[in-house]
């Protein structure tokens, strides 16, 4: 290892350093965002019914996440996907070819943006993929469920219901204004803007 350190210049070493520490950090943070530990751009807990207000304005305006459709290049991910890119690409470059160090500055960039191109384009897909789930709320319309929590004829209360094969609990209120207890069969009527389900006695 010291002989091939001894063997390269001082931008192979840079890109040397780039290529270990971009990379290591580049897969420690892909790792902790797969157990769900690191940071994501949107967070919504479908399963308890408590739907991100933004993507409900989505919903209801028509909109699926347009205004999100910009790539976000300067993420935390995006840099160290440049910089693991960038040395893994230039260090390649400089040791199996006679380019000089300014075209292989060059590639390794080239290389390192479209790293982070690609990242931003992952993650674009994935809120994406959010918000087409989010619209399935409106399968709920029809549908029948069971008052989980007592609904008040003035206030909200929660039911379980089935929508899209998953079993959910969702806010909801009383249609004709009375009280509907726990265990009461309902039925959906309305898609209330917030998520919230206005529901009926069936």
């Given at each position: 290892m010291t002989e091939y350190l001894?063997?390269?210049?001082?931008?192979?070493?840079?890109?040397?350093m780039c290529a270990i520490f971009g990379g290591g950090f580049f897969i420690l943070r892909t790792i902790l965002m797969l157990s769900g530990i690191g940071d994501t751009?949107?967070?919504?807990?479908?399963?308890s019914g408590d739907l991100d207000h933004d993507?409900?304005?989505?919903?209801?305006?028509?909109?699926?996440?347009?205004?999100?459709?910009?790539?976000?290049?300067l993420t935390l991910q995006?840099?160290?996907?440049?910089?693991?890119?960038?040395?893994?690409?230039?260090?390649?470059?400089?040791r199996s070819t006679i380019m000089?160090?300014?075209?292989t500055l060059v590639i390794g960039a080239v290389a390192g943006l479209f790293a982070m191109w690609l990242v931003a384009?992952?993650?674009?897909?994935?809120?994406?993929?959010?918000?087409?789930?989010t619209m399935r709320i409106y399968d709920a319309m029809?549908?029948?469920?069971?008052?989980?929590?007592?609904?008040?004829?003035?206030?909200?209360?929660?039911?379980?219901i089935t929508i899209s094969g998953r079993l959910?609990?969702?806010?909801?209120?009383?249609?004709?204004?009375?009280?509907?207890?726990?265990?009461?069969?309902?039925?959906?009527t309305e898609i209330i803007s917030g998520g919230m389900l206005s529901v009926r006695t069936l």
């Open positions: 001894d063997g390269l210049n001082f931008l192979e070493k840079i890109y040397l751009d949107s967070d919504m807990d479908t399963d993507h409900v304005e989505d919903i209801d305006h028509g909109d699926h996440g347009d205004h999100d459709a910009g790539l976000k290049l995006g840099l160290t996907a440049f910089i693991m890119m960038f040395g893994c690409t230039g260090l390649a470059f400089s000089g160090s300014l075209m384009k992952g993650f674009a897909l994935m809120r994406s993929l959010q918000s087409t789930g029809g549908e029948e469920g069971t008052v989980y929590l007592t609904i008040p004829g003035d206030g909200v209360g929660k039911i379980q959910m609990v969702m806010d909801a209120v009383s249609q004709d204004k009375v009280e509907l207890k726990t265990g009461e069969r309902v039925c959906v």
